[in-house]
């Protein structure tokens, strides 16, 4: 995938509100030869002018260990084109959900290391989804059974629309996924609606859980 900085190395804006916290996470991107620290920022307030100023390829953001409704929490609004991996103790299936469907492609626990942050950049950039199992396992766990879904429900889905439910995993609009298949946004949504109406689910999101609780999708 292209750099914004034409090379190849991940440029990194960091932001965390602990002094610790923050001095840990910068030793960690720069002992990384694939990365590079162009910013590194206390709280939220501000990470949004950040990111337009610095044009990173990726936004590494560190939640407090504060109560999920806390402002801590909150997600910042930073455009879809700069993906974000966010470092979070338990998030919520709710908190979760809203940060998929904001900027947010990967979510770890705040305890993570190099080894485990570095392919979430990784993923990130390259405009895919890379959740901790737990993360999984509480989003899938909101989904309920319904009757006369069975798991061999998604057996009904054609080709076309296992792609387009992997697409919409890894976090791809319409137009994207337009793109990419050779087919017109109309065929898209027609495709969604299949899936959704076919898995039962009310939301992308949702449809997006259920390939991955099912197996269809693998992260």
Known sequence: MTK???GSIIRV???AASSVRRAGLETLI??????????????????????EQLQPDVVLIDFENQSHTASSHALPQIPNTFPVVALIDEP???????ALRSSVKAILPRDSDLSEILPAIQTAHAGLVLLDPEVTQNLASRIPTRIGRPAF???GLTPREIEVLRMLADGLGNREMASRLGISDHTVKFHV????DKLGASTRTEAATLGIRMGIVLL
Do not use: C, E, M, Y
Not at 193 to 196: A, G, H, M, N, Q
């Open 4 to 6: 914004r900085n034409g």
């Open 13 to 15: 804006l960091l932001t």
């Open 30 to 51: 720069k002992n990384a030869p694939s990365l590079r620290l162009v910013g590194s920022f206390r709280g939220l307030h501000a990470v949004g002018q950040h990111v």
């Open 92 to 98: 919520s299936a709710t908190w979760a959900s809203s």
């Open 153 to 155: 429900a998604l057996d």
């Open 193 to 196: 609606s299949s899936i959704l």
